[in-house]
């Protein structure tokens, strides 16, 4: 992604580069101004809005607020007594209160409540945040329910396809040569796809190739497309099998991100080069 500097000839610039600058897509940036008045943008004459670099600075502190755990409704309290970010954690009772909701109407297969609750989280928060806080929680919890074997797999089949409609509705993506390769094994697509529209929030180009079934398969493909990243994304895999796989991994001198808790445990056992990146699940390569 080619980053547009803010030069001092620049002193008003449009949405698109608040969003290259700051990280956090249009359609947030959009809701934080309308339903929260975070920002008050210039309006030119034809009603586009137009920026300025106090903006980005009050961007960046809405931002610290939100990982924090401050609901973004707060936030505006926070931002007009001049209260600056420290290094306490906030407690914001808001994401245990989401979970639940989102759990409740995914048990109930009320498809259209926890849709709702997505789009809207996802139009307030950045995407890392409300997976981190939201997401992702709520579906350790679904996955340790064994009665909600047939709305977890609805949820999970729903949820792929809503990710895929919303990433295709943000505007100004370019897309050069892909940045990122991420491979999906086994049971992993929807991990895969959640890890992919994080990357597409900040504008940042990827491929997903899903049902690779053997190490030699990603070797193969990455040494063909030559992205900057490779990341593979395998949920099932088990530890004997992780450390076949790693074990090829390592005589290839491939470098690579590997998320599944099989290999995050194989690698435990193994002496692995520094080329080859190891994480237990999704919430452990955000943190």
């Known amino acids: 992604m080619t980053i547009t500097p803010v030069t001092p000839e620049l002193d008003y610039f449009p949405i698109r580069i608040l969003s290259e600058l700051t990280g956090v897509n249009s359609v947030t940036l959009r809701a934080w101004e309308r339903?929260?008045?975070?920002?008050?943008?210039?309006?030119?004459?034809?009603?586009?809005?137009?920026?300025?670099?106090?903006?980005i600075g009050r961007v960046n502190k809405i931002l610290y607020w939100v990982n924090q755990g401050v609901s973004v409704g707060k936030v505006k309290v926070l931002l007009d007594s001049n209260q600056e970010p420290s290094k306490m954690v906030i407690n914001d009772a808001q994401w245990p209160d989401w979970q639940a909701?989102?759990?409740?109407?995914?048990?109930?297969?009320?498809?259209?409540?926890?849709?709702?609750l997505f789009q809207d989280a996802s139009k307030q928060y950045p995407i890392q945040v409300l997976l981190q806080k939201g997401l992702l929680p709520a579906l350790v919890t679904l996955g340790n329910q064994p009665d909600a074997v047939v709305s977890r797999l609805c949820l999970q089949s729903s949820l792929t396809?809503?990710?895929?409609?919303?990433?295709?509705?943000?505007?100004?993506?370019?897309?050069?040569?892909?940045?990122?390769?991420?491979?999906?094994?086994?049971?992993?697509?929807?991990?895969?796809?959640?890890?992919?529209?994080?990357?597409?929030?900040?504008?940042?180009?990827?491929?997903?190739?899903?049902?690779?079934?053997?190490?030699?398969?990603?070797?193969?493909?990455?040494?063909?497309?030559?992205?900057?990243?490779?990341?593979?994304?395998?949920?099932?895999?088990?530890?004997?099998?992780?450390?076949?796989?790693?074990?090829?991994?390592?005589?290839?001198?491939?470098?690579?991100?590997?998320?599944?808790?099989?290999?995050?445990?194989?690698?435990?056992?193994?002496?692995?080069?520094?080329?080859?990146?190891?994480?237990?699940?999704?919430?452990?390569?955000?943190?």
């Not at 929260?36 to 009603?47: M, Q």
């Open 35 to 55: 339903r929260y008045g975070l920002l008050k943008p210039f309006r030119t004459e034809k009603g586009h809005r137009l920026y300025c670099r106090e903006d």
């Open 101 to 116: 909701m989102f759990i409740h109407a995914v048990t109930t297969l009320d498809q259209a409540k926890w849709e709702q």
């Open 161 to 287: 396809e809503l990710i895929l409609s919303i990433k295709s509705s943000y505007r100004h993506t370019r897309f050069a040569q892909d940045q990122s390769l991420i491979f999906s094994a086994d049971h992993s697509s929807l991990m895969a796809r959640l890890l992919a529209w994080t990357l597409s929030e900040a504008e940042h180009s990827f491929k997903v190739l899903e049902g690779v079934r053997t190490a030699q398969d990603v070797i193969q493909v990455a040494q063909h497309f030559a992205p900057q990243q490779v990341i593979l994304v395998a949920e099932s895999i088990t530890q004997g099998e992780a450390e076949r796989w790693l074990n090829v991994f390592e005589q290839s001198g491939l470098p690579l991100m590997v998320i599944g808790s099989g290999f995050w445990l194989a690698g435990k056992s193994m002496t692995l080069g520094k080329h080859i990146e190891l994480y237990s699940d999704l919430m452990d390569y955000f943190s």
